[in-house]
């Protein structure tokens, strides 16, 4: 095996990698949402239990790209497809960490009856999970039309969002005793919310390793 073809094997490896992590962080915010919804605290402690095996994938992701790195002195679109990986690694593990939170904001609540501002969460994380396969879809194939359309689904999140903050302070307003449940959906909006704005993060990291050249898509 010549230098170049260990060079590509290694890099299509941590991308494949990359791909096995990304799926996992998506997979947990699904399950952390549904354990909200289903008031299930086993899921949720679950979703919490398995972020180690996200964690740890990414450090390993880190080691192999950083030793590649340091072993190949790639240059040019090489050394951006690298650092890329690197970055949204990073992007996805913050995701599983939201889902960790939203977890543990679900194990909080527990039975308690949900508030009506739990549909437009769910709306949100419906969004978020579209954004970020979608966004793994346009990575794997190098398609910047497709990592574009991302900003616009970022655009419906934040609408949302803004939205149910609002509701959810009247009804604080409304339901004094129920401020604590109140509380912890503001926080689960914004650990949805912050999963959008990753989606977009890797949109634009997309448009650094395909162009060459660093994107704001939420402008």
Not at 112 to 132: R, T
């Amino acid at each position: 095996m010549s230098v170049r073809e260990k060079f590509d094997f290694e890099l299509n490896s941590a991308q494949e990698q990359l791909i096995d992590l990304s799926t996992m962080a998506v997979n947990a915010l699904n399950k952390s949402m549904e354990a909200l919804i289903n008031q299930d605290v086993d899921a949720a402690l679950e979703v919490i239990e398995d972020d180690k095996d996200i964690n740890q994938l990414e450090e390993f992701i880190n080691d192999r790209v950083i030793l590649l790195i340091a072993k190949q002195s790639p240059v040019a679109t090489d050394l951006r497809r690298l650092v890329v990986t690197i970055k949204v690694a990073s992007d996805m593990e913050r995701v599983g960490d939201y889902a960790v939170n939203i977890a543990k904001e679900t194990i909080r609540i527990g039975n308690q009856q949900l508030l009506p501002q739990i549909g437009q969460i769910q709306q949100m994380q419906k969004l978020a999970v579209a954004m970020l396969r979608q966004v793994i879809d346009a990575f794997v194939e190098e398609d910047v039309v497709k990592a574009k359309e991302i900003a616009e689904l970022d655009d419906q999140v934040d609408e949302l969002y803004g939205d149910v903050i609002r509701k959810l302070m009247r009804a604080g307003g409304e339901n004094p005793d129920r401020l604590s449940q109140i509380t912890q959906l503001a926080f689960i909006s914004r650990y949805m919310e912050r999963s959008a704005d990753h989606a977009t993060n890797i949109a634009e990291q997309l448009f650094y390793l395909v162009r060459g050249q660093h994107y704001d898509l939420n402008k």
